[in-house]
């Protein structure tokens, strides 16, 4: 793999995880952002108040993992297994909280920025995985 | 790296004849003194014949007639030192990523940075793989104690499981309903994984033995369904906190089985750990996938 390709894969990761962390602060439901339903619902002591923060701990973990890599340019199960658990915040966070409030959240940026990011993410970490194959098979 | 200045192909040069290549190639491959030298300088991009001497503990002779054997794998530059030639660096990529499937199908532990997991997983895989080795008995105990373990934990958790996903779903009455779909949810996981390896890498290998250690995927599950039982019966899942834990804890075991699936079929069906980890990852997109449909 060219340090071009390799460049480009890393940075849709990057891209993926900024997006993800961008969704946190945009609005979601009547302007709210989800940091702002987070600061509501965990005043009213809602069990499952810590949900609308997965996307931002999901966006940090997937930063830091790509970062990594990026920076060492070394490909590490470590940060794939932590690309996992970011994805896996995401996928915990969406059938939580989707299900019930989808119809509402449709009207609002956030989560396309969030569904985007995922997309990325998940993208990014497939072509890694497949491309290090394709290396290691030449 | 001197994998980095890598020929693309075998055949870009036209300089020495291919056939010949080819046997310069793997009878270089074929000794293992001579792979460590290629190792060594690969590895260096150069390297002295007083620190290839040091390393290889092995008199001088020994070294110059390797090295010799090798003229076609190996130059020599003014200042005295060793290089890899563009077969050598061929070789010695191949020596890097293939070595394993090469000579044995046991993974050497390069590749596993998790020596945690890695631990368990070869305990595990030890008991169960090889217990013809062992006792029969005991590993049978081990493959079916899962089992067992996953059918009460579910029905005690009140949990259906989809994949790597458990729901809470506790307005289901029909008897062993949990349970069952613990045992069923196994026998799907087994058949699309082994699906996926037969149809995406074309593997048919060692599908018995597979299926007698596929259930150590489930370790981290198990875990999890145990964690989560006495959360429920503590009420600490009824807390904030408590929840948040329970969640990040089945995320980072969910994360633990995908790892062990991928180690397992690199144990056993000889797939690569990346391949593998693409395995698990699109298993778990499906289970997402149903799980969110499902709750819709």
Known sequence: MNLKSFLDIKLLGIVGAILVLLSEILPWSSS???LEIYVITINVQIENAFLFLFPIVSGILSLI????????????VEFYILDIMSLGLLFLFFFEIIPDELIYYLDYIGIYFCISGL????????????SNKKKDVK | MAQDKFPKELRENNDIDLDEKESEFYYALGHDLRRKIIKIIGENEYSSFTSLKKQLEVSTGTIYHHLETLSKLIGQKKNKKYYLTDLGL??????????KIIETPELDGKELRMPLFAEISDFLLKNTIKFEKRSKIYSFIIVFG????????????RSYSILLFFRRFENFEVPIFYGVSFLLNFIVFYFLIEAMSRIIYGNYTNSKIFLRSFPIVFFPILLYLVIDWLFLISGIIDNTFGYLINKMLMIFLQACSIWVLSYTLNRIKEIKMESGLIIGLLIYLSGFIIILFASL
């Not at chain 1, 990325?120 to 497949?130: E, G, P, Q, W």
């Open chain 1, 32 to 34: 709210y952002s989800l």
């Open chain 2, 146 to 157: 899962f089992l067992i373990g996953g059918f009460i934990f579910c029905e005690l958790n």
């Open chain 1, 119 to 130: 997309l990325f993410i998940l993208i990014n970490l497939i072509l890694r995985l497949t």
């Open chain 1, 65 to 76: 993992a790509n970062i990594i890599q990026f920076t060492k340019l070394k490909e590490k």
């Open chain 2, 90 to 99: 061929v070789a010695y990529n191949s020596l890097q990523n293939n070595i």
